[in-house]
């Protein structure tokens, strides 16, 4: 299981990644409900598929009341800019924890 997940489940041992690593989520109903609709519209260009804040491990363990080990490899994309997808598919919008709450109460809770 990825980071996410093993914070999700509260398992034990370290992550090899740092707290300070961030990570833009979405879901993939919504990547495949925008792929549908590009289709349907013909849509043309480059999208910036992300939600539109990222959020850190640290964050994420923080708000899911989790105790974790941190390894000491930091991930972070940087800022990406998802305007132009937000423009015309809303769901988009979401922060990475707002859709990883999604993620939790669509998949029937944690642990």
Known sequence: PNSLIRILRGEPGALTLTGQS????????????????????????VYNVCSSESVSLEELAGRFGR???????????GRVDNGKIVAIFPAFKKTSLEVIEDFVRLSGGVG
């Open 22 to 45: 961030r990570f833009y989520y979405i879901l993939h109903r919504e990547v495949s409900a925008f792929v549908r609709m590009a289709i349907e519209k013909d849509l043309k260009g």
């Open 67 to 77: 105790d974790v080990r941190w390894g000491n490899f930091t991930y972070d994309i």
